[in-house]
T-cell receptor
Framework: ETGVTQSPTHLIKTRGQQVTLRCSSQSGHNTVSWYQQALGQGPQFIFQYYREEENGRGNFPPRFSGLQFPNYSSELNVNALELDDSALYLC???????????????FGPGTRLTVL | AQRVTQPEKLLSVFKGAPVELKCNYSYSGSPELFWYVQYSRQRLQLLLRHISRESIKGFTADLNKGETSFHLKKPFAQEEDSAMYYCALIRGSTLGRLYFGRGTQLTVWP
């Protein structure tokens, strides 16, 4: 069973640029969630994708967007980068079970984004 | 609104001592509570969830709805328990949106 993978591991960008982060979900999982973890803080929910559609969004501006592909992998795109976007970005995959609930979320190792 | 509070940023104990990591939450509905752990240079992983009522690596946590707490306990801490611990909740059936506390760094001294 392959775990959740993310690429790249590290990334350095400058203000105003755009970035795409990638996530491959664990085998058998159909739901992907993205989280932002600033230094010294717990992860904060950005959004979740199920069946290639956004299925819930946290308190993040529209310049944070995403995609989910038929193989359940996902991308997180951030436009017009700001200094405060510097953080660890975590992807988590899970399986939607009955009653609209998801099973345990399994996290990837994260992508460390630095915005200069 | 929901909120998860972990009042201790750092916690140190000696090996063999009992340890309790505190977690309080605010949410008017019926949440599902979790503890996640991150060991050094490893990814975030689930330690336990309250609905399964399991004991993992000797850790237990009881959901106290009256005190809105979900404290993590272990009677005898081990050096390998040193890690970052996060308490998290899911509100009802919100398709797995986790709300995390800021985490507690546990250090177990030999």
């Amino acid at each position: 069973e392959t775990g959740v993978t993310q690429s790249p591991t590290h990334l350095i960008k400058t203000r105003g640029q755009q970035v795409t982060l990638r996530c491959s979900s664990q085998s058998g999982h159909n739901t992907v969630s993205w989280y932002q973890q600033a230094l010294g803080q717990g992860p904060q929910f950005i959004f979740q994708y199920y069946r290639e559609e956004e299925n819930g969004r946290g308190n993040f501006p529209p310049r944070f967007s995403g995609l989910q592909f038929p193989n359940y992998s996902s991308e997180l795109n951030v436009n017009a980068l700001e200094l405060d976007d510097s953080a660890l970005y975590l992807c988590a995959s899970s399986r939607l079970v009955g009653g609209g609930l998801t099973d345990t979320q399994y996290f990837g190792p994260g992508t460390r984004l630095t915005v200069l | 609104a929901q909120r998860v509070t972990q009042p201790e940023k750092l916690l140190s104990v000696f090996k063999g001592a009992p340890v309790e990591l505190k977690c309080n939450y605010s949410y008017s509905g019926s949440p599902e509570l979790f503890w996640y752990v991150q060991y050094s240079r490893q990814r975030l992983q689930l330690l336990l969830r309250h609905i399964s009522r399991e004991s993992i690596k000797g850790f237990t946590a009881d959901l106290n709805k009256g005190e809105t707490s979900f404290h993590l306990k272990k009677p005898f801490a081990q050096e390998e328990d040193s890690a970052m611990y996060y308490c998290a909740l899911i509100r009802g059936s919100t398709l797995g949106r986790l709300y995390f506390g800021r985490g507690t760094q546990l250090t177990v001294w030999p």
